[in-house]
């Protein structure tokens, strides 16, 4: 009866969650690409539970490569499109994939902007009649139920485009993202004084401009691993090297879109890997397998020949001789003999 009360509380524990099954599926991985687009951000995020969002487009020009990069992924819907201020190295490229995906919510800055790329954007969410939401600080992005996505910075009415940064902060388990859009250093210092910005993947604010950046912001983030997404040889001589500098006085594997291309972060909630598509602006190819050693041919066994049977060449009788040659032997041959031949025909013992 005991056994019988204990395995039905067990079923019932493990029915109501309070215990782990003992088969429960390993955790799945949330892979966060930050994709080279030149001058300009685009990071997609694509949750554990199979979802995608993506933070920025990069510049018009890049959004066909934005477009082909999503499809490569697996991409056919994206959940969340987060622009997370006008300007168009960010917003530029998410004509593109307005044009190509179906979109189910779309989160904007609210900063209103009167150039052409904005004005083409609005008229594309509006036809498609995609979810609109300008986020207020706090607000939760409910993108997958393990994960924690959400906004630490929203100004609708800031005087300045990157003072309305959308800026996010990705929580899976153990491991976390912040991803500071071109948020400034002001920005920076009103997020850390509110809120916890320790993270594992810090996306640097303002492509490495030394508009962003602090040596206190960093020092309280403690990146381990931070991303530059920038353009080669840009005018605006992006990344600072003063920021460069106080990465690695905190220990963070700086990664660069110029010299390392498309950077995916994958991570289990608790370990975490960073892969790269190129290294120092050339493609990654993995190792060429080694060729499998030549097999040492076996020496061939030694065949013995048999030694052949002696055939007797001189018999007593024909009855002797008849056992090697029932039919006799002609003369010349080696067993014929004269008595043998006694008919004297040639052809002893026929």
Avoid: W
């Avoid at 691993?225 to 353009?231: D, K, Q, T």
């Amino acid at each position: 009866m005991l056994k019988k009360l204990l395995s039905l509380l067990m079923a019932l524990v493990l029915a109501i969650g309070l215990l782990p099954s003992a088969t429960g599926a390993a955790p799945k991985e949330l892979k966060v690409h930050f994709i080279d687009v030149g001058q300009g951000d685009a990071i997609l995020i694509q949750a554990p539970g199979g979802k995608n969002m993506l933070v920025d487009g990069g510049p018009k020009s890049a959004g066909d490569k934005v477009v082909q990069f999503l499809k490569s992924k697996g991409v056919k819907r994206l959940d969340y499109v987060v622009a997370t201020h006008p300007d168009a190295d960010h917003i530029g490229g998410l004509i593109a994939v307005l044009n190509a995906f179906p979109v189910t919510n779309f989160i904007d800055s609210g900063q209103v902007h009167t150039t052409q790329t904005y004005y083409e954007m609005l008229q594309l969410i509006d036809k498609k009649d995609i979810k609109f939401t300008v986020p207020k600080e706090l607000d939760k992005l409910t993108l997958d139920p393990q994960m924690i996505i959400r906004v630490l910075h929203a100004d609708e009415n800031a005087q300045d485009n990157n003072d309305a940064s959308i800026v996010l902060k990705v929580t899976y388990n153990k491991v976390s993202f912040l991803l500071m859009a071109d948020a400034s250093t002001e920005i920076e210092d009103e997020i850390r004084a509110r809120y916890d910005v320790t993270a594992t993947v810090l996306k640097n604010g303002h492509h490495g401009s030394n508009t962003s950046s602090s040596a206190a912001f960093i020092s309280n983030v403690k990146p381990s691993v931070a991303i530059l997404s920038y353009g080669k040889n840009n005018s605006y001589g992006h990344p600072d090297l003063a920021v460069e500098s106080r990465l690695n006085k905190v220990g963070a594997k700086t990664y660069k879109t110029p010299l390392d291309c498309d950077i995916t972060v994958t991570t289990d909630g608790i370990k975490h890997s960073v892969g790269t598509a190129c290294k120092n602006g050339k493609a990654v190819t993995p190792p060429a397998a080694k060729p499998a050693p030549k097999a040492t041919p076996k020496p061939s066994p030694k065949v013995t020949k048999p030694k052949p049977v002696q055939t007797p060449s001189r018999f007593k009788n024909c009855t002797e001789l008849r056992k090697y040659y029932p039919g006799g032997v002609m003369r010349g041959h080696p067993a014929y003999e004269r008595k043998h031949d006694r008919d004297g025909d040639g052809h002893a013992c026929e």
